[in-house]
């Protein structure tokens, strides 16, 4: 099996910690990510433990603010100088309306505009690895309309219409990011990986889902499996190529989204 150094965002609990441990378990280098380094430190050390695989390390950033995403991007390529797979995992839900210092709505900025960032920051790391992949955690929750006037909960807010957006627009993402990575030799696919429970599921829809073990099986298939060996652009559900929502696949919102998040994320 060929080493790969796997970064997965939002791996301090939940899924993204039990994607790292399988994947640590397994043998890959991995980086954990958090909101700080006490977190990350200590969910580094968990899994190195548990796993019995020292090639573990980690990364903080806060995915509220854009200059720390920043910063990471850069330490990630000062540090590890190598990339294969990017999970990007990390994701709120927000009963109620926060806006941030920065002045982006927080289920907005998270979800979307931080692994957009990180994503782009990544970009050239990505491109030197022999088959870089971008997974990008979505949902079957993922809404099936886009106002591009309320992004920011400008006009109203609701919390289960902001994650269902934030969910759609990792779809978007991950469809433009095709177009764009077109002969880099750099996969992008998006997924859903079950309704499990974690604190997410928690906050938004009360107790019950399926193990972290099951919620972690579709990212990991993503990851590393060789039947995605060149495989881009799906949308994966129990690690099965399904239709996402149709408004998706229009390459005029795919475009548009793109374009708006890309002046946000360098203001």
């Not at 969910?43 to 990471?72: H, P, W, Y």
Request: charged residues 20%; hydrophobic residues 40%; positive net charge.
């Amino acid at each position: 099996m060929k080493i790969k150094t796997i970064l997965i965002t939002g791996s301090t609990d939940g899924i993204g910690k039990q994607t790292a441990l399988e994947l640590a378990e397994k043998g890959h280098q991995i980086i954990i990510h958090g909101r700080n380094v006490q977190k990350s430190d200590s969910a580094c050390r968990e899994i190195i433990k548990k796993s019995g695989n020292q090639r573990v390390g980690f990364v903080a950033a806060d995915f509220t603010d854009l200059s720390e995403i920043n910063r990471m991007a850069k330490e990630i390529v000062s540090i590890f100088g190598k990339l294969d797979v990017l999970i990007n995992n990390a994701g709120v839900f927000e009963n109620e309306k926060v806006i941030l210092p920065n002045g982006f709505e927080r289920t907005f900025m998270v979800n979307h505009l931080a692994p957009f960032a990180l994503t782009l920051g990544l970009l050239e790391l990505l491109k030197k690895s022999p088959a870089g992949r971008i997974v990008n955690v979505s949902s079957m929750a993922q809404s099936g309309s886009i106002d591009f006037d309320n992004l920011n909960g400008e006009k109203y807010f609701d919390p289960y219409n902001a994650y269902a957006v934030s969910k759609l627009e990792n779809v978007l993402f991950t469809y433009k990011l095709i177009q764009m990575l077109s002969g880099s030799g750099i996969t992008a696919n998006c997924l859903h990986p079950g309704v499990v429970s974690t604190k997410l599921l928690h906050a938004g829809w009360g107790k019950g889902g399926e193990s972290l073990h099951e919620g972690a099986q579709n990212s990991i298939f993503a990851a590393i499996s060789p039947d995605m060996e060149g495989v881009s652009g799906k949308y994966l559900v129990n690690k099965n190529e399904t239709r996402s929502v149709a408004i998706s696949y229009d390459r005029r919102i795919q475009d548009r989204l793109w374009e708006i998040s890309l002046v946000l994320v360098k203001k």
